[in-house]
């Protein structure tokens, strides 16, 4: 049973690692490097992170990575049969059901992240935890899973949560987590991808935007989101100059008069 478990624990941290290094090495390989100059107007600070920005994030990363495998193995493999993950076919409950599964852990998960991220930010909570995280004042995607070990147990915290509330097939948990993973890379991008107009949409409002996270790295305060702004508009936490933000980093001719650096 050891050996099954710790069997499991491994291939588990290879797919997580495979998924992060398929997101955040493609991101950073397509926007760093392959379209660096078309790219740069969209570019939120105008400045390049730094190879050691990089090393750590990727290290501490890599730390997330096993933490995440030994509880995705607790649940997936040792309480599996007192969870309410089921099996069978996708449809087995009726698609309805399965899509809304998909959005209750989306506001689960969003909801979660937004209160959890605010303890992050309490004085010792943040100087001994979540600064390490925080030290990527201008993230990158490698940044998506660069947590203390302590922050990335809360931070996976969201899976049994999951597990032990709606019933919900294993294969849509695992494409949660797949979603999960492709936006925080984009949450960390360093890009604006979305479009000119977009935080000001009747949808786009709603929104968590790479400039919204960005801004929290860089000013360190406000816009605690994960996927939505719901809390941080509910909660004021929404930082003032987010549109403005927005709109310049999505201007191209503002953009276009600064020279890419090498």
């Given amino acids: ?119 992050m930010h309490t004085r010792v909570l943040y100087r001994h935890v979540h600064l390490v995280h925080h030290r990527s004042t201008n993230p990158s995607p490698w940044t998506a899973y660069a947590f203390h070990p302590i922050e990335a147990v809360l931070e996976v915290g969201i899976l049994p949560i999951i597990a032990f509330s709606l019933p919900v097939h294993w294969a849509a948990v695992m494409y949660f987590f797949i979603f999960q993973i492709a936006y925080n890379v984009y949450g960390h991008l360093g890009f604006e991808l979305c479009p000119r107009g977009f935080n000001k949409h009747w949808l786009g409002r709603w929104i968590n935007t ?3 996270h960005n801004q929290h790295h860089g000013r360190f305060t406000g816009n605690y989101g ?24 999505t201007n191209a001719k503002k953009a276009d008069t600064v020279t890419v650096p090498r």
């Fill in 1 to 119: 049973m050891d050996t099954e478990l710790i069997r499991f624990v491994i291939e588990e941290s290879l797919r997580i690692v495979q998924r992060y290094l398929f997101f955040a090495a493609g991101a950073f390989g397509l926007f760093y490097l392959l379209l660096r100059r078309p790219m740069w107007p969209r570019k939120i600070q105008k400045r390049w992170p730094r190879l050691t920005d990089h090393g750590r994030d990727l290290i501490f990363s890599m730390i997330s990575v096993g933490i995440f495998a030994v509880i995705s193995s607790l649940i997936f493999f040792v309480f599996l049969d007192h969870t309410n993950i089921y099996g069978g076919s996708l449809g087995s409950r009726g698609w309805g059901y399965l899509a809304l599964t998909f959005v209750w852990m989306l506001a689960l998960h969003d909801t979660y992240f937004y209160w959890v991220h605010r303890l």
């Fill in 210 to 212: 790479s400039v919204a």
């Fill in 226 to 249: 994960l996927y939505f702004l719901f809390w941080d508009r509910m909660m004021g936490t929404l930082r003032s100059d987010y549109d403005a933000t927005y709109e310049v980093t």
